[in-house]
């Protein structure tokens, strides 16, 4: 039976007493901006911007550089860039490169992020953590639910179930790119995924 991490997380919701401290992996300002609009209210939010996979370098700076607009702009966040390193990203999709996208590329793409930031949420004592990828319709939100909670598992710290293309979350980070006038690129990052 397939898993509905949205009605997952609407359960996680509505039995919360306390505003629990939440790691938000980011990609990128616009897939952020309706993530942190409607999680604010639930959760103490502060975002790891870790994207080793953006190419080129002028391009990762740029993403940055909305990313910190969306959080400068509404306050729902606070924002923790993580160093650029390429390599790492290529380390981890090597032999993959001509892999379509969507396919096993992406996957170890979605695992190299996704581990770190469970590893930077359990050394910083938060109670979840997750990523803001599952906006996209262009992502597998299941194959990320999946791999968040294995990796939660192995770290020790919480994933939080999400699917945040549902109700109309996609859309919404859409209206919301054009409120806070944030740049919306037209390739997921890598310079595979650019190539088509």
């Known amino acids: 039976m397939k898993t509905d991490y949205q009605k997952q997380l609407d359960l996680l919701i509505n039995g919360l007493e306390t505003k629990p401290k939440l790691l938000l992996h980011s990609c990128c300002g616009p897939c952020s901006s309706y993530v942190l609009e409607y999680l604010s209210k639930y959760f103490e939010i502060t975002l790891y911007y870790y994207n080793p996979n953006i190419f080129p370098p002028e391009e990762y700076e740029k993403r940055l550089l909305n990313q910190?607009?969306?959080?400068?702009?509404?306050?729902?966040?606070?924002?923790i860039p993580s160093k650029y390193d390429h390599g790492e990203f290529l380390t981890a999709v090597k032999g993959l490169?001509?892999?379509p996208e969507g396919g096993a590329r992406c996957t170890e793409c979605f695992k190299i992020r996704l581990l770190k930031t469970a590893k930077a949420a359990r050394n910083g004592g938060f109670d979840y953590f997750?990523?803001?990828?599952?906006?996209?319709?262009?992502?597998?939100?299941?194959?990320l639910g999946e791999l968040g909670e294995k990796?939660?598992?192995?770290?020790?710290?919480?994933?939080?179930?999400s699917d945040f293309k549902k109700r109309e979350g996609y859309k919404r980070s859409i209206e919301l790119s054009k409120e806070l006038d944030l740049y919306r690129q037209d390739y997921c990052g890598c310079e595979f995924s650019k190539r088509g």
Do not use: D, M, Q
């Open 97 to 99: 490169e001509t892999e």
């Open 130 to 143: 997750a990523t803001t990828l599952s906006v996209s319709p262009h992502k597998n939100a299941a194959l």
């Open 151 to 161: 990796i939660g598992e192995e770290y020790g710290v919480k994933h939080l179930p």
């Open 68 to 79: 910190k607009k969306v959080v400068e702009k509404t306050g729902w966040a606070t924002l």
